[in-house]
């Protein structure tokens, strides 16, 4: 159902405002009104859906983003903290390794 801009639903509440309206006519008005209405919870509702199920998945999204984000770092510098391995350089080595030339 097309909405009515807001002129139109002035003019609508103006005419029921108008003592010399017949019935009929007070009658169509109002039922015109409650369909506007109930277009509008309709549509509301349907737009409430949609932006729910879009935010859930959008942090879905975000933290699937961020867990990539940790496993990219875990690997590329050695953890989340952002530090990189520290390397041994020292190595115990036997006096028998050293006089092979190890």
Known sequence: MAFKTREEMQELLNELTSQELAETRRVEI??????QHASGLSEYEETQATLETTQASLGDS??????????INA???????????ETTIQETITLDDLLEGK
């Open 30 to 35: 109002i039922t015109e009104i409650g369909q």
């Open 62 to 71: 975000r933290d699937a983003m961020a867990k990539m984000y940790n496993q």
């Open 75 to 85: 690997s590329a510098f050695g953890g989340a903290t952002g530090k990189e391995p």
